[in-house]
């Protein structure tokens, strides 16, 4: 358990450590999610740095107690920087039969396993193909088997109450959460507050939440089940003002910060899909900002009114994952040629067709690069942390109107979905964007372009003298005419290449990891950044010549970084995909890079990218 220090208090011993991840599993109605963002909130509160892993079925309701209904949130915490979600939870705390037996492997070896066992019955245990009962056959003896009666206890604590039998039931979440806020020193104020709030309209349901939460707890510290119980101190941290953001709500308050900052209304054109979906739900908390959000019919009338609002002067916004980047590919082919400012964001997930909703994956990369008809080339950026989301809206926003062009926003369902606290920035300090002023109305001619930029005007419907045509067809060289010359066709390909490959000169240098040259490079995009990172800089510790970089400007590539490739022999490429980066950088720079690929919906560990690493630091020496 990492212990350094044991003091003993007359109640329990308090032993420190300083990093713990755990992991909360269950049915998918057990309020698996809400446990493990209420425990976020407070270790948030308790001053950790820290990690998540919110991991749930795609069915809305799979059978109870079966495998596909189980639901996990992880939760990596520590008294110092925090890059994943942890590898492996030194707890776990399993609901039923079905949560342990999908989790189990897991575990650290040692590691507490705390079970509720009212759910072990001969039913639940023959669902998930348990021949005997595992708390009783000595299989577990390699864990620290924590068994608790959390439905009894529940039922106990919440007796006197006029709850039918499944409203008991479906505390025992709580009582489970107390045992883990003494467990770890967290404080409840903060889930007691949420209790208040939520069912505020419901005094008795507010009353047997709270009851279960302090059951748990004061039944962790005195039934001596535990011995003792642990701290982890604060995390070292930059002053200033935090709060706990998942991605999705980071990249909504970029979106946010962009209008405010810009002075131009938000417009967000989207239709329900996992796990982009919460971005829609906060934007349409934000109409005090001039926010407007659209639920539309389908995909495609999504991403048209966004781009009828970009052409109306607002921020046209659209975000969906990579079904609904399938459906809006002909769309976004009309913004290119009608090169108004656009942002596309990805919440990538498992695929192809429906896939894995509800799972990570980065395999977007070339559909985003390549997925339309004709040359039709696109900026993108990625995000690399759920609070970087944020940073990386705000740009897709700044490189969409200063050059007047669509731009991507890559982000998965990892980042989407996890959370880490993040510092919120001073407006003062955001990047500034540039406003570019009409020519005089007897100059004005639509497809004119900025030298700087290569961008052409933004005029907006409505200003006498300024009034032109947009559409699909092929504009004439500064006219914007209709028009079918194949030298001209070839002239107006040409410029829009050269539009997108001059927002180079925009992408700061890159940061290096670890050792400036070496053995071996790692080169990562998207949420591959925890992993890489803690890898690189456990090789060095051991002196091992390594180093990586992070990509955050996917089109175009950083001017830097075929030079920085150079100063390395080799050159690794953690993807969660077949190998999609790696094929544009073997094709760009020709360089004998090798991919290290994980395509099972779940982000990498850090094991796993430390161990390609040394593979290929040990075929060097051979």
Known sequence: MGETKTDVKPEAAVEELEAVTIRFAGDSGDGIQLTGMQFTTATALAGNDLSTLPDYPAEIRAPAGTLPGVSGYQIHFSSREVLTPGDAPDVLVAMNPASLKANLKDLKKGGILLVNTDSFTPQNLTKVQYAKNPLEDGSLSEFRLIPVELSRLTGNALSGLALTKVQVERCKNFFALGMMFWLYDRPMESTLKWIGEKFKKTPLLVEANTK?????????????????????????????????????????????????????????????????????HELSKHKNFGVRTFQAEDEIAAVGAAIGASFGGALGVTGTSGPGVALKSEAIGLA??????????????????????????????????????????????????????????????????????????????YLANGSEPWLVPEVSKLPRFESRALPPKEQFKPYSREEGTLARPWAVPGISGYEHRIGGLEKQDVTGNVSYDPDNHERMVRLRHAKVNKIAQDIPP??????????????????????????????????EPVGAIHLRYLNPLPPDLGDIMGRFEQVLVPEMNMGQLLK????????????????????????????GIVSLLKNGRN
């Open 212 to 280: 279960a939460l302090h059951a748990g707890n004061a039944y962790a510290e005195t039934a001596e089940i535990f011995g003792s119980h642990y701290k982890v101190r604060k995390a070292p941290i930059v002053p200033g003002v935090y709060r706990n953001i998942t991605g999705n709500q980071a990249a909504a308050l970029g979106m946010v910060a962009a209008s405010q900052v810009s002075g131009l209304p938000l417009f967000y054109g989207t239709y329900p899909i996992t796990p982009a979906s919460d971005i829609l």
């Open 336 to 413: 290119v040629m009608t090169e108004l400012p656009l942002v596309i964001v990805d919440v990538q997930r498992g695929g192809p067709s429906t896939g894995l909703p509800t799972k990570t994956e980065q395999a977007d990369l070339l559909q985003c690069l390549y997925g339309r008809n004709g040359e039709c080339p696109i900026p993108i950026v990625a995000a690399a942390t759920p609070a970087e989301c944020f940073t990386m809206a705000y740009e897709a926003f700044r490189i969409a109107i200063k050059y007047m062009t669509p731009v991507f926003l890559l982000t998965d369902g």
């Open 510 to 543: 890159t940061e290096i990891i670890g050792a400036k040259s070496g053995k071996v490079l790692v080169i990562g995009w998207g949420s591959t950044f925890g992993a890489i990172t803690a890898a690189v800089r456990q090789l060095r510790q051991h002196d």
């Open 584 to 611: 544009v950088l073997r094709a760009k720079y020709l360089v004998p890079a090798v991919g290290l690929n994980k395509i099972k919906g779940q982000p990498f560990k850090i094991a796993e990218v430390a161990n």
